[in-house]
């Protein structure tokens, strides 16, 4: 019966055998332009006098939780203003309070460094302040998607994730890994490829 399948099939069908003249052979016919030009090299790390200390981190850290907490309470003094206006504050409204000011923090935190440092090419307030600025090691800009990448998705949510699940031990060696690492970098540079580099 397979004998009898075999003369049925034709030229056409995907079990057929194509004729030797039909048959092509991989690597025949023009080759696309461009195909074998040398890929540019990619830039290695930054010269390690130029790498950012530790406590220019740490003082652009510093810098920038205040920042994004004073314009919190900012923001919680105007929407609070008519929540509290009847002067009789109890538990209840402390408690309300507390919550909208780290929803409010929160929300700030997830933008802010993201839209300053698209703007500055690698720069919070922090980091101008302390000298330093972050540098990916692509040479490619610090755009607003990458930083969001580096400053929400790796340094909030994963460190943050990781830290909650080791009693802060994660954001403890995130925070000082730059000390022993001889690029100066956290642990999330790692993740996002990154360097912080003297501006």
């Known amino acids: 019966m397979d004998g009898d399948r075999r003369d049925e099939l034709t030229t056409g069908d995907p079990l057929g055998a194509a004729p030797a003249a039909e048959r092509s052979h991989y690597g025949e016919g023009p080759v696309p332009p461009g195909a074998f030009r040398p890929r540019p090299p990619r830039p290695g790390p930054p010269p390690r006098e130029t790498l950012a200390e530790w406590w220019r981190r740490a003082v652009a850290t510093v810098v920038d939780g205040v920042i ?24 209840g409204d402390v408690v309300v309070g507390l919550l909208l000011f780290t929803l409010f ?7 802010y460094a ?3 440092m698209a703007r500055t090419n690698g720069q919070t307030f ?3 302040l302390a ?7 692509d040479g490619g ?3 607003f998607w990458w930083s969001a990448l580096r400053e929400v998705a790796v340094k909030g949510l994963l460190v943050g994730i990781a ?3 080791t009693g802060g031990i994660a954001y403890l060696a995130d925070v000082l890994w730059p ?21």
Do not use: E, T, W
């Not at 907490?69 to 538990?91: E, K, M, T, Y």
């Not at 923090?105 to 933008?111: C, E, I, K, P, Q």
């Not at 690029?183 to 999330?188: D, K, T």
């Open 126 to 128: 922090g980091k101008m």
């Open 114 to 116: 993201p839209l300053v």
């Open 68 to 91: 994004v907490g004073a314009l919190s309470l900012v923001v919680l003094a105007v929407l609070g203003a008519g929540f509290f206006a009847d002067g009789d504050i109890g538990v």
């Open 141 to 143: 800009p610090v755009d």
């Open 105 to 111: 923090f929160a929300a700030l935190a997830l933008l």
């Open 163 to 165: 830290s909650s699940l």
């Open 131 to 137: 000298g330093c600025r972050v540098v990916r090691a």
């Open 179 to 199: 000390v022993v690492d001889p690029q100066n970098r956290a642990l999330h540079d790692y993740v996002v490829d990154s360097r912080v580099v003297r501006a």
